[in-house]
């Protein structure tokens, strides 16, 4: 259990540095690669966190980031709706290493404040949970 703790933490704070870089007006290309960076630790940060509570709560293993969302919508942490936003989420996490595509690396910047929303709402949920 007290690992399931440090994990939420992990992402909690993860979140934090997440929202700061979206909360920019006009980010310059930089700033914006920097926010795409941010999504992908956050992301990984609060999938492991969600993993751990799902193998500690609710007695499922499962070891993938879908995996992961699909186990979260199943026990009602995510509603169909964001269940879908999250599976793209994780194949733009995945598209992340082409941003050097600048056509590519704007459509990601443009989905992050909702996935910032999605993510925050899914940690918190297992938080509140979890106590």
């Known amino acids: 259990m007290e ?3 440090e994990r939420i933490q992990l992402a909690l704070k993860a979140l ?4 700061e ?4 007006e006009n980010p310059t290309e930089v700033e914006r690669d920097a926010a795409i960076q941010r999504f992908v630790f956050s992301f990984e940060a609060c999938w492991k966190a969600v993993k751990q509570f799902l193998y500690d709560k609710e ?4 070891g993938s980031p879908k ?11 995510l509603s ?3 269940t879908i936003i999250a599976l793209k989420m994780v194949d733009d996490r ?12 704007v459509e990601i910047f443009g989905n992050l404040h ?7 709402n899914w940690i918190i949920r297992i938080e509140k949970r979890e106590y």
């Open 21 to 24: 870089v979206l909360l920019l």
């Open 67 to 77: 995996g992961v969302i699909r186990s979260s919508r199943e026990i009602g942490i």
């Open 80 to 82: 169909d709706e964001e």
């Open 114 to 120: 909702k996935y910032y929303q999605l993510l925050y």
């Open 59 to 62: 007695g499922i293993d499962v």
């Open 94 to 105: 995945n598209l992340t290493v082409h941003t050097y595509n600048e056509e590519l690396a």
């Open 3 to 5: 690992r399931l703790k």
């Open 16 to 19: 934090r540095a997440f929202q």
